[in-house]
Each structure stands twice: as C-alpha cells, then as structure tokens.
C-alpha cells in the first residue's frame, strides 16, 4: 500500500507527463505526490500505462528495468510484470509468485497531456478529466513545456487566480506596458464558483488604447475592451483564457481568445512541484518550429527568473507551514486565491477523514 | 510575530552588519537570529533602518523588492511599506490595510558597525551598547570585516575567553614563536566580571625578552611585561586589548595599547554564525590601502584554515546538543570561557521563562 | 559512553581498515557504527591502535592533531592521549585530569584487514575474527580494496546470499555469458546454519559446458560441475568461494577454490556503509602490479556503477525503514538472505535489550 500524504489530493486527476515526453522505447520516471512513478508506452498499441516505480520483491526501481514487449523486467533479479502490474515471470520459479504486484495507475491520454489518478482507482472517471481541448486545436499552434519549482503545489494556485503580479513581478518582460500599476476606471475583478466545483475569476479592463505585445484581434488604433479569466480545476488545473472586443461590444462576440494557456501544476513532494504549462494563440501563426521554440524559451525564461524564485522564497519563508495558518494580509484580489485554498483545505480534510476510516 | 528560537539571547544588541556594508543603495539582506533582516539606508538622511524580510502578504523578501524615496514596494504585488513597518500603499485599494505592518527592528550605527535588537523594542537602550570605541580612533587606522562560520555562536566565546589555542592551533602563523608551550614563569591568567556584567580574562606574562611579530612599543632589546586582556560583553561581543610596559613597570603606565581587537559574533542559525572582526594598531600606521588590506587577509585566512574549520568540527561533534551537557573536561584556563557559558545559560533560562509567562 | 545505534551490532568484529591504508605516520580517520574513530600505528612497534576521534576536553577531532611518538596532540589546546587514551599531558597543568579519557578500541591486524570491536570491550575475543585466511595465501595474490555505498549495512548482505542479480544486474559485465538466465537441469540452491551461527549458501551447477571469463581449473573442452559458497559471518562479513571440478567428481577432490572473495561490510552511518572487498585466485598468477590493478580496476567499476547505484536506489524506496518491516515479495533464492536478515534482528534485539537493562 501507498502511504498517501495528507498534503495532497489523490483522487483527482493530475498531469503525470506531456504527451511528447513518453517517446515508444522510454522507461521514464518522476516523482509525483511523492511516489515514484513509472510511465512507459505499450509495444503493442502505443498506449501509455503507468505503474508504482517499484519492484516489490526488493524495491528497485522498475524504471531502470529492461522492456519485453509490452512488459518490464526488473534489472536486479529478473522479475517481469504486465501493464496491470501483475508477476508474469519470475527466473528460479514454474510459477510466479502471485502476491508480487506491482500498484498500476490509471492513466488517460487527453490535449496532448496524461493524466494520472493516484487515489482509488474505482474513482477514476475519465469524464471527469479538466478542459484543456484547446490544446486540441492544431490550426491554434498548441505549444506544452515541463518546469520544476521549488515549492509546495498550492503556491502555483496562489500566483495565478489574480494577475497583479504582472505588474510587479514581471515588469521587465510581460507586465511592463503600464505606467503606474493599480486599478483603472471601470476595472471589475470578479470571482465565481461553477456548478462543478471550478473557480473561476475575471479581470476586466474597459476601454484600452494601447495594444500589448501580442495581437489581441482588434484592430490597432481601435480602443478595446480586454479581459482574462482563470478556470480553476482542482487540486490546480488552471485554464487561461484573453480576450479582447473593441469598446463596448459584448464580450460573448468575441469569437475566439486570442491566447489561452494551460498551468497545471502537480506535486513532486510537499515542497516541489512539477508545472506543466503551454498555450495556444491567434497571433503569429506563421511561426516556423524554430520561431514557436522562440515562444518557449521566452515563457520559460519569465517563470526561471521571476515566478519559479519567488515560490521557491516564499517556501523557504513559510518553512513547512501552511500558508493560511501564518496569517497572511488579504487583499480584494486575493479572493479567489483564498476560495481556491479554502476549497482545497476542504478535500484534504474529507480525503484524511476517509482514509482515517478506511484505517480503522 | 516571530518566533523566539530559544537557543539565542533576544533582549541584547548584535552586530548586524558593517557600516561599510550598507551603502547608499543597497537592500542589503541577512540571516540574524535565523530571522530574515532587511537593512538599508533612507535616502533622504542615510540612517540605517532594520525590518524583519517578509511581506505580510504573500511573505516574500522585501530585500527583492524596489525603493522608492525612504520606502520599500514589494516586488510580487507591489504593497508598499515605510521605515516604521507601516503599509503606506496597496495598488488595488483606497487605503492600505492597517493590519499589513512589517516587524521593524531598532538599529544603532557605532563604533563603525550596526547594532540591532531583535527583542522586546522598549527595552532597547543604546547607551548599553558594547564599548568598541577603539573603532572610532580614525589614527590608529580602524579595519573591519565579516566572517562566517558553521558553527553555534558560543563556540566564539569558547574559542576567544583564554588564548592557549594560539599556541597549538596557529602554531604555523601567528603563535608559532614560543618553542615549547605551557606556562612561564609569573605568567598569571585571571578572571573577573565586573558590576555592568562584563567577563574580563586577562593572561599576563611577565620578562618577555623576544619581542612578536608585531611592535608593542616597548624598544627592541628591553625584556617587557605584556598582557592580553579578553572583555566581554554579552552574548558574543569581544574586545582584546594587547599592551606591554618594559619589565616591572606598572601597566597602567601603558599609554595606549598596541592592539585592539574586536570579535562580535552574531547567530544566523542555530548552528551557523556571522563574526564581525576588526582591529586598531599602534604599529605600522604609514601603510596604504593595498597594506591595510594585506593585515586583513592574514587575519582572514588565518581565521578560514585555523578557527573556522575547528569550531565546524566542534559544532559535528556536538551534534546539535548543549557543549556543557556533554560533560566536557574542565581546565584551569577554561574560567573564562565556562563562566560565559554560565552567565548566558542564566539569560537564555530567563528569557524563556519571560516568553513562557507571556504567551500564558 | 558512546551512545549506540540500535541498527548497528556492536559486540562483533567490524573490518575498520585494511592493513595498507594505515601507514606508519598517517592519523586516519574513519566514521565506524556513527562513530568518527582514529586509528594509526605505535611509531615504537608499527602495532595499529584505535581511539575515538573526539578530545574530550573541546571535541576536536584527534586526528587533526600530532603525533608526538607513539602519543597525540590535540591541534585545539594541547592535551596529550596515549595509546590506551589516557591523558598524560595538560600544558597548562602540573598533573593531567585524571577525568581526560579517550575511549580506546580493541583493534586486531589480521588477514591484511584491521577489525575493531566498539561494543564492550571485555567481550572482544581475537579467536572469533572471521576467517579470511585466503588473504594470507600470498602466492595466491590477494588484492584488496575499500568502497563507500550509500546505502544500509544489510543491504550488502541481500546482495551477496545469493547470485541471480549477476544474470540480470551484470549482464554487460561479469553476469553476462549465460543467454536465457533461470535454473538449468540439476541447478541446486541451498542454504545450512552451522553450528559457529553462521550461514553458508551454496548453488550448484553440474555439467557446464562452456568456460566463464576466468580459469577455473578444469582443462577447457571438458565439462565440469562448477559452485560458489557464500560464508555469512555476522555482522556482514562473507567470505566467497568458487570451485569446480570435471563433471561428476566429488566438490571436495577440488584442490582449491579458483576464486576466493571477501566481501567485508561496516555501517558507517545507519544509511551508508564501507565495503572492504578482495580476492584471491588461481589464474593469471603472472600478472604484474599493473595488471593487478586492472582487476582492482575492473571489479571496482562494476560496484561502482551496478551494485552500489542498486543499493542506493533501495536504500532511497526504503526511506529509513527496515526491508522486512515493508513486506518484500520472498523469492526462493532469498532463504539465506532471509535467514540472515533474521539472525541479525535477534542479535540486534539482544544487544538492544542488554542495552535497556544496563540503563536501569
């Protein structure tokens, strides 16, 4: 049995790995709430399957293991397992043992990422899975990259249901375009929880003159009306939407954002995090290969030097603690930041709870 | 608030930094108390200002932050704070929120270096700040510089309360000159504390006929009385005062003693410390900057392969635990330092009686 | 007093050194059971001593200090040990402290291997040393050398009660000649206790036709009956031999063993150990010191990186806990390791006992 740490979310479906980084031939392996997992694809049909990294007889990592066929044999004495996780061969036996399984995850390929359910796999409900199918639409470019910080997962929810930081944090990169930072006429953020549990928050800049970096689809010259959402998803799905009108229009007759990104942010340990972020626009599309890695590396780039650090602070600040637990000052735009943490707070207490149960 | 390590002396002035260190611009950041300390000066009068490194909102350093005028903005979401702690501006609002402050700590710039208190702010008095006035004789050519060093600050009292260690552990550099260690005749080593709490050590050896390294100011050729004496101030504020008179000549007729030293060590955790070294000099005062500097490699390097490394070595061995918890062999030269021990073993005790009482 | 690891047996022989690493001027240092010990050699005699690493006066370690004769230094203050480590000096003193004690170890040179006893000394008995006598035989060229792996002392003995990892963990290197790896017709695995407590595994394989990489004594084209023993001496002591003879004659006509291993294995914390390994052999007798290290060379890569990078990963899953306590699949080549495993939690639950009770 896994122990499940009570930092984390199990049964929820977290991004284990981007489509592109399980090539055929790889055993890859990664950390996730702090187990080590291994994601390799079937011979056979190229599915991706993912087991608990780990030989039960003596613990090796199954990861630095041989492939046969759709199968994996442990490097240390030669014991095979199936994609289930069952001992299908074991050298000095007729019959192989058969309390020797291996923990298999569910796994599901889904906008060119692999979701991964960790908790009670009876649970696991693929339709459940967060919407990211823009990454679907390859007339919109989707571009999917891997980061690492040093810090606990949430601070990834933290930094991204409001976007002041841009101004601030980003000022020689992404959010240096206005003049004094702070709250324009008309500017509404707002923050809503759906149905089905999201929370999703919105910042609405009426009335802009001055176009940014990136093509928002209006007309230069023309005044527009600009807004981005965050669609949060738990534990931390979150899906970016911009979107531009000009002045006074309806925000529904806005076709088509012109930039929407992923953050999905998964645990590696209580104190680092895995960040699997991309997106796709209407801007720029003409964009060779090399034009489009040009893209990466300046987003990279922003998160190494600005966001990844001031987690990585913030974690050693907090050291260990939980953030709420320390209270912090709240400012009005930290309020879906806080229903964010308080949602989370939530299913981690119910998550303990059951597992209490479960252990009596 | 913060929290008490109880391993420290709280109600005490330490060395924080160097007024050399503290130029006209810097956000100068550091570990004291394993508290994160901003220090930087107001640009409208150049006083040095202390506050605790950690944005009440989001908790990251201020120190990365960005001056403006006498004040500091925080560079995640811009929250704004004067010199006392207080918010002044928060972009997204009319007024700051009241209950944002930042701890401030009081900070005393003497004797060339910056004094903080780290305790309860009311009973700061500058006046009981430790005499290292030597520091201010411009003429005997003042030089200060900054150590440190992986070990528990008291390991600095342990190390400096007698000075037998010169004799075996900088025998290839500044202690090499006596061919056979130990006692000579009429040399005296004696201990006192005074009524403001002081530890004074004094090692007097009388009828030295080789003079040192150094020029003591007794002519080349006329066998000398010399002393050293340690005076220390707690928690880990030393003056060494070196002086000689030619033989049986009272002491006090020594005008001005041919060296002082001062070695203020600071916690920065539990088991590492800043050390704060400096001295005064009746000798060789014609040298320029490049020879002034050369005294403060010697010492330095000394201080990097001799002291450094066997006070890291003690604080392994130790392993966290209390050094007089370990029983250790007691000499007759040890007064000095097991005295200290004894006087800040009194203090910590009372200072966690206070916060016990307190937090009743 | 030394505290005691209870994962650690204390009252047993413990390979600290081999004989050449200690020359005659050199103050060697070695972590042994979580303790820094010092061992060198009497100057008067060339006999080898061991003393814990640690003045007792301010814990510096010993062996920074200087030999004076057969006697040491401390480098800190100058307190003088003898070799049974009483103080004789105190430069300071007229009579050293009587209380100034190093604690000495019994330290034994025999089968060019220095074995320390750090439990209680009165129960040290030099008869009981393991027998490793094939490192006398000096016409059978006995090479020896010393590893570090991160990893529990166990470990080592998983790894060596059996061989199936050499089939699949060494398959580039020195496991790699057998092509479909599993039991061939008449393969016998066996495991017996004997009446001294310890345990010797034998597998058996009659009737190979093929050589290995090394002269196994029976002319090549004639089939032989070919077995290796592992002799487990508690605490992690095994003594490896390989033999052959031609098919059907019995095991004990082999003169002597072609191959003859130690694999000698002490904690040096509870998570990394030293692996004191050699061997001794019948074939290739004429090489020159070269090409002895080209043996010392090969076997070191091999544990270098398979054996000891596996120990590593264990030791990572297991994450402090004990391997029995986690459950492991058994597989029937694990009978001796088990039963190893199992011999050595009763002793540490003895020692553990006696421990409790000396402390009423």
Same sequence: chains 1, 2, 3.
């Avoid at 003049?179 to 999703?200: F, L, M």
């Avoid at 600005?306 to 000052?329: R, S, Y």
Wanted: contains cysteine; proline residues 7%.
């Amino acid at each position: 049995m896994i122990k499940r740490n009570p930092e984390f979310i199990w049964n929820a479906w977290h991004v284990a790995a981007l489509s592109h980084e399980i090539d055929a031939d790889i055993l890859f392996t990664r950390r996730l709430l702090d187990v080590p997992v291994l994601i390799y694809r079937k011979q056979s049909t190229g599915e991706a399957v993912a087991l608990h990294d780990r030989c039960p007889h003596r613990f090796a990592y199954l990861s630095k293991g041989v492939r046969k066929g759709d199968q994996i044999e442990c490097i240390y004495h030669g014991l095979r397992f199936g994609t289930e996780g069952q001992c299908t061969h074991s050298p000095y036996q007729e019959t192989p043992p058969t309390n020797a399984t291996v923990q298999p995850f569910p796994l599901v390929e889904k906008h060119k990422m692999l979701w991964i359910w960790m908790g009670d796999a009876e649970l696991a409900d693929p339709t459940t899975i967060p919407d990211h199918s823009h990454m679907d639409r390859d007339d919109l470019r989707p571009l999917l990259w891997h980061y690492h910080f040093n810090g606990n997962w949430q601070l990834g929810n933290d930094n991204l249901m409001e976007l002041t930081h841009l101004f601030f944090l980003h000022t020689s990169t992404i959010g240096g375009w206005k003049d004094e930072p702070g709250k324009v006429p008309g500017e509404q953020y707002t923050v809503r929880k759906d149905d089905s549990g999201r929370v999703i928050s919105r910042t609405f800049v009426p009335n802009v003159a001055e176009h940014g970096t990136f093509d928002n689809g209006v007309p230069r010259g023309t005044p527009f009306d600009q807004w981005n959402d965050t669609i949060w998803h738990a534990p931390a799905n979150m899906r970016f939407t911009m979107g531009a009108v000009p002045t006074g229009q309806p925000t529904e007759s806005c076709a088509q954002p012109y930039m929407e990104q992923s953050h999905c942010i998964t645990p590696e340990t209580a104190t680092t995090s895995h960040y699997f972020s991309g997106f796709t626009r209407t801007f720029e599309l003409d964009r060779d290969a090399a034009g489009d890695q040009q893209f990466i590396d300046f987003f990279s780039g922003i998160f190494a030097r600005e966001d990844g650090p001031i987690m990585e602070d913030i974690e050693t600040q907090m050291d260990g603690h939980d953030l709420l637990a320390q209270n912090p000052v709240v400012l009005p735009r930290d309020k879906g930041a806080i229903m964010v943490r308080r949602i989370v707070a939530q299913r981690l207490a119910a998550e303990s709870a059951l597992q209490a149960e479960a252990a009596e």
